[in-house]
């Protein structure tokens, strides 16, 4: 323990030890509403210092903001407070009440153990006393003073608790930050203190509007009904996100100039995340129910944003074990692992050949860096590396293709094929089964009382590759049910095909090109011999060499 600033170093080591009356402090962000703030404590103990304890107070330790619960984070002023009364420096500690030291009983027992062996005794204001440390009912009493100030605010949190329960039973708002979509300004103004944890007297107030929490905010309702059709069809997340934060779209901080701090400092929230995406989409609040602690507590509660199917279809395309969920480069070309290479598949390869390939183990091109003597970015074959076509042309080639196709009359056709009609609630109810069956063969497995049926790891194998399977198939039924078509647009637009193409995201024409064709390519044909040639790809695209195979 490092020596303390209170020792004297000019008197004898004997009589260098300060014998000081203190007093602690200590608000958190609930108590200082009531008005006790750490300066009224410090004043209310000083002047219980001079009438009855007969000391003045020399010194003061103070935590602001600060929970007085063991398991909350380090309090830096009652840290302090030990080592002084660790070093001998201390003999009066004056608090306004039990519950401002500690409101942990194993804390308490650690600090009653202190003050006995350094000689220490605590005052406390609301009592009118001291605290008797070495008799039992002198303990006694501070520890039964600090439990009746854990119940009484465990009672206020729970009346807390039942009235924000009560409200969304009412579909009314129950407080807590802005969720995303929803918020529209009724034109009224309410005062809010800008910094609660400041002491009374710093307090500063400023007027902010009032908002209807029923209300879906256009911009960011329009926002989630776009990533739901995205997703919903097969846009990959990271296309979303990438278009989220290059439209610089801002978050409900961002929007309402929130400061969000992490372990007690400002971070920045300048860019979407994965984890915020799934969180809103899934949220109930979003199809329109009103939540308390997590739970559905009145459906249909407000105007919903996406339907319960679609946030339902969602859920189950996010929970799919078997959707890539690693990060890393997100394509930025149109045909960035969707176009396929001939030389591995060989020469007049069909549609049918090709599905028959599982698409982890099909030769995919991808966009590579510019190669030395060409400005052109190429497409080569991530297995043969392969290929060398010119990247930009033939995007373009390729969007030519598809517009035209999506131009023609028979387009509905492709948009609304002839399909049975899909039981979405049977087939949840066959999914929630699966689930309770894969838990009830780990349940087997784990049992090892040899009187009960069990199973041993091949069997248990066995039957969670039989389960998976078919929830994979649930799961891709379901978002199907509820799919939709990137073509959808392309019908229901008073726009050209041309038009409508070009206000679409890259993630959407992706999938429209992955939905529609397999392009097949070949190599690129090199420029004639000269300095560099034979690292040069042609600057103009050979059709000859690129296979466009329609798609069923």
Not at 214 to 241: F, M
Not at 397 to 417: F, K
Request: net charge positive; aromatic share 6%; proline share 6%.
């Amino acid at each position: 323990m490092g020596q303390s600033t209170l020792i004297r170093p000019n008197l004898p080591q004997s009589v260098a030890l300060a014998q000081l009356c203190v007093s602690y402090g200590r608000v958190s962000l609930d108590e200082q509403k009531t008005g006790k703030g750490v300066a009224s404590q410090h004043t209310e103990n000083e002047d219980f210092a001079l009438e009855d304890v007969g000391r003045a107070v020399e010194r003061h330790y103070s935590d602001i903001g600060i929970s007085a619960f063991a398991q909350k984070r380090e309090r830096p002023g009652f840290q302090d407070l030990l080592r002084d009364i660790e070093a001998g420096l201390i003999t009066i500690v004056i608090v306004w009440h039990a519950d401002r030291l500690t409101r942990d009983t194993s804390e308490a027992d650690e600090f009653i153990r202190l003050c006995v062996a350094k000689g220490a005794t605590l005052w406390s204001q609301q009592r009118g006393g001291p605290y008797n440390f070495k008799r039992a009912a002198g303990r006694a009493d501070f520890k039964r003073d600090i439990v009746k100030a854990e119940e009484e605010s465990a009672h206020k949190g729970e009346r807390v608790s039942l009235s924000h329960k009560r409200r969304a039973l009412n579909g009314e708002w129950g407080g807590g930050v802005r969720p995303f979509g929803w918020g529209v300004d009724t034109g009224r103004v309410r005062s809010k203190c800008i910094n609660p944890r400041a002491d009374i007297a710093d307090r500063v107030y400023e007027n902010v509007p009032v908002l209807d929490m029923t209300q879906h905010r256009p911009n960011e309702r329009d926002e989630i009904r776009s990533w739901k059709k995205a997703l919903l069809g097969k846009v990959p997340v990271n296309q979303v996100l990438l278009s989220l934060n290059r439209r610089k779209v801002p978050t409900v901080s961002e929007t309402d100039g929130r400061k969000v701090t992490r372990r007690g400092k400002n971070v920045l929230t300048g860019r979407w995340s994965r984890e915020t995406l799934f969180g809103i989409l899934t949220s109930p609040r979003v199809a329109g129910h009103a939540v308390w602690r997590g739970e559905i507590v009145k459906w249909n509660a407000f105007d919903p944003i996406i339907t319960e199917d679609e946030r339902q279809a969602l859920i189950t395309l996010f929970a799919d074990p078997s959707r890539k969920t690693t990060t890393g480069n997100t394509p930025k070309w149109l045909g960035s692992l969707i176009y396929l290479c001939e030389r591995c598949l060989g020469p007049g390869v069909t549609a049918a050949e090709i599905d028959k390939i599982p698409e982890h183990e099909r030769p995919y091109m991808r966009q590579r860096c510019k190669t030395p003597g060409t400005s052109m970015p190429l497409y080569l074959c991530n297995v043969c590396d392969k290929g060398r076509q010119p990247a930009p042309l033939l995007d373009t080639y390729i969007a030519a293709l598809i517009v035209e196709r999506l131009s023609r009359p028979d387009l509905i056709e492709l948009v609304s094929p002839q399909g049975e009609e899909i039981d979405v609630e049977g087939l949840r109810n066959e999914q929630a089964v699966l689930i309770e069956k894969r838990t009830q063969l780990a349940v087997m497995f784990a049992e090892t009382d040899p009187d009960k049926p069990s199973i041993d790891a091949a069997q248990l194998q066995t039957g969670n590759a039989k389960i998976n399977a078919r929830l994979r198939a649930i799961s891709a039924t379901l978002t199907e049910a509820v799919g939709e078509s990137p073509l959808k647009d392309f019908v229901t637009a008073h726009e050209t095909a041309e038009q409508v193409w070009g206000r679409l995201e890259l993630g959407p024409r992706r999938e429209i090109v992955r939905l529609m064709t397999y392009v097949v390519c070949g190599q690129a044909p090199r420029r004639k011999p000269g300095k560099r040639a034979q690292a040069a790809p042609a600057e103009e695209l050979d059709y000859s060499t690129i296979t466009v195979i329609p798609r069923q």
